[in-house]
């Protein structure tokens, strides 16, 4: 079980922790995957002039599902245990 401090923090226990600790695997993996999707929305951008408007909705949406994918799978999680029901109390 973790201590709180008086405002509301959590005890430090001298390691600082980031959202990204111990999850370099899933980490690197996430990145080859929105890096793919980046070359991808490239690719067919390329192919836009010839091929008509349906790559071009293609590509919005290759370039947008590519830079949404973090916000779904890193949420900032560093202050997580000074967090109750949708209110920071560390900014109190």
């Known amino acids: 079980m973790s201590q709180t401090q008086a405002n509301g923090a959590p005890e430090r226990?001298?390691?600082?922790?980031?959202?990204?600790?111990?999850?370099?695997?899933?980490?690197?993996?996430?990145?080859?995957?929105?890096?793919?999707?980046l070359l991808g929305c490239l690719y067919t951008l390329g192919m836009y002039p010839e091929g008509g408007w349906s790559w071009w909705i293609v590509a919005v949406l290759l370039y947008g599902v590519t830079f949404i994918i973090p916000l779904w799978f890193l949420p900032s999680k560093t202050n997580e245990k000074a967090r109750t029901s949708g209110t920071d109390l560390s900014l109190k």
């Open 13 to 37: 226990n001298g390691t600082p922790q980031y959202s990204g600790t111990k999850e370099l695997g899933s980490n690197i993996a996430l990145f080859v995957l929105c890096f793919i999707l």
